[in-house]
């Protein structure tokens, strides 16, 4: 390359730079600053769950051991420090459990509601409306249990849910829509599962009718 032409290529992207220059800095800076939010965001979403992995296996202990008191402590944790990751939705369901087998039907049923309005997984949100309609079903709220179970489920849960409406039903009296949601229900789940649909059989035939 000549002497002259070298110059007029330097012109030429000095021209292009005052022109172009201050939006392609913008342009590579912003690239910079979204690649390195992005970086950020995966690292503290790895480390929230990390933490939220040592806190969950403390409930698990807790669950174990009974421990009621620390149950609570320790669940009440997970849920607002890593109230948006999956180990809380699974420590709700847990606690839960434990806090039902010790007596204390209330903070079960809290749990269960903090998992229905928090979980981020549908099948998590389905399973805390079966056990808080089972236990609306033993205090005799009937109608709040039903309007639990109202809502379109997906398929893998249809059997179940119209099981749990056939119960509700069935203890209000109402045994025609009792046995419509028995029915559904048995021609919901599965073949194979022998046991339920045998439960679910003695149930509607008991109805009568």
Do not use: C
Request: no cysteine.
């Amino acid at each position: 390359m000549s002497y002259h032409d070298e110059q007029e290529s330097i012109e030429g992207l000095k021209a292009w730079w005052a022109q172009w220059g201050n939006a392609t800095t913008w342009i590579v800076l912003a690239a910079l600053i979204a690649s390195a939010g992005w970086n950020g965001w995966n690292y503290w979403q790895r480390h929230q769950a990390a933490e939220a992995a040592v806190l969950y296996d403390q409930v698990q202990q807790a669950v174990n051991a009974g421990d009621k008191a620390l149950v609570t402590r320790v669940s009440g944790d997970m849920e607002s420090r890593f109230g948006g990751t999956a180990y809380a939705q699974m420590t709700a369901l847990a606690a839960a459990k434990a806090l039902y087998a010790a007596g204390d039907e209330a903070g079960a049923k809290a749990q269960l509601q903090w998992t229905i309005d928090n979980a981020k997984d549908d099948e998590f949100k389905q399973i805390a409306k079966l056990r808080l309609a089972s236990l609306l079903l033993d205090d005799k709220a009937y109608d709040q249990g039903l309007a639990l179970l109202s809502e379109p489920q997906s398929d893998a849960f249809k059997g179940v849910v119209a099981n749990g409406r056939g119960d509700l039903l069935a203890a209000q009296g109402k045994r025609d829509d009792a046995r419509a949601a028995y029915q559904l229900a048995l021609d919901a789940l599965p073949k194979n599962d022998t046991s339920e649909r045998q439960l679910i059989q003695f149930k509607l035939d008991a109805l009568g009718g």
